[in-house]
DNA sequence: GACTGTGAATGACTTCACAGCG
DNA sequence: CGCTGTGAAGTCATTCACAGTC
């Protein structure tokens, strides 16, 4: 039924470390740190020592033995393992204030992501720009994703209409999805979806406050 | 060390899966749907059905063999879980564009979320109203905060700002937040931190692009 | 016959703990 | 010495598989 056997190189755990350790090691390069101990850099996370090892090791970078790790070496390592050593041209789909505010957010730079493309179906938003990219029609999805490449959308449009844009996307030759409507999307094999759930993730919050509090 | 064990009745996994299934449920209610198998429920839901039938057995939310389990039954049961049969009063911090967005979202009805409170600390933007709600000065926190009986709070403020907003919400007596911001808060024991990194999540699409196509 | 609820098996991630290097 | 890198052990979650119920 699987196929051939997907190589995953990297616990999903740890893969999802990786941006807030970069993101460390890039506030510790700034601040003129240049070595660091998996120690005093765990500790600083607010994760384990042994753990942040462990991560280390499944990309191969090494540290020394008696001094640590170099924060320019890991920086750039784990940048290279995320695959940001390359442009990543990026699709907002939908336009309203939650849409617009992800278009206008500056700090995808860093990151090498680039926001090439914003659509909405109301074509009254058609032509409106947002950060010097004009939006354009979902339907026109086919062919802006084309020309600019764009491999990764953002959903931020209605949950009612979430799964018709997933659909539509997946068809525009996009395979990568990242979701802010609370609905399961169905996409076929192949295409990766993320859940961004702000509901949900405050629904998390009120049940732990009474498990853990009063 | 661990002083009296806290007792962890559900698995955090489990937990992050419940407002998943609520959704789905509420959506099979609305439906007409008054009764599913762990087997029709999961495909819906791109889970495994034991997996589905232990997160329920955890909750002590029993089917019925050989005929499945009460719609209504497993959508109130959900909800009671995880707290939201009462009012959670809400606070957003930071009015940019990302703030104003998750201030005027008006899903959280439905979860019994209410914004009750929105801080900035630009004195142009203190008066301003979002939804029906004031936005107030950050140093007016601790009195907007005890006066509305505020447990949850958003931090949507720009990365450098987000540590003293924290350390701001926990001395106005919040326990609880999600922050939007690309770093890693220090909170003392007891508060509860959930992030929430959208580019954090685009660069782990960007990973998962590479390892499983080309 | 259809489906639940759950021990037992498996698998995945984390942590320990220490040999070995600089 | 200090600190890494990693087998081995431990912990936690998922999946299997089936006895038991309706």
């Given at each position: ?18 941006p807030v350790y970069r993101q ?10 240049d070595t660091v101990s998996s ?176």
């Amino acid at each position: 039924m699987e196929g051939i056997a997907r190589q995953r190189i990297l616990p999903l755990e740890t893969l999802s470390r990786l941006p807030v350790y970069r993101q460390k090691l890039r506030q510790l390069r700034e601040d003129g740190v240049d070595t660091v101990s998996s120690l005093e850099l765990a500790k600083q996370l607010g994760v384990g020592d042994a753990q942040l090892r462990r991560d280390l090791s499944y990309l191969r970078l090494l540290g020394r033995p008696g001094r640590g790790y170099g924060v320019r070496h890991l920086e750039e390592g784990i940048t290279r393992a995320l695959g940001l050593d390359r442009r990543w041209p990026l699709a907002i789909v939908g336009c309203g204030s939650l849409g617009t505010a992800l278009a206008r957010y500056e700090g995808y730079a860093r990151d090498n992501l680039v926001v090439t493309a914003i659509f909405d179906i109301d074509p009254a938003k058609v032509g409106k720009k947002v950060r010097s990219v004009t939006v354009s029609h979902i339907d026109e999805a086919p062919r802006v994703i084309a020309e600019t490449g764009v491999e990764l959308a953002v959903i931020a449009v209605p949950s009612s209409a979430a799964q018709h844009v997933a659909d539509a996307m997946v068809r525009a030759g996009v395979t990568a999805l990242l979701n802010f409507a609370p609905v399961a999307l169905a996409v076929p094999a192949g295409v990766i979806v993320r859940q961004m759930d702000i509901s949900a993730e405050l629904q998390i919050l009120a049940h732990l406050k009474i498990v853990e509090n009063g």
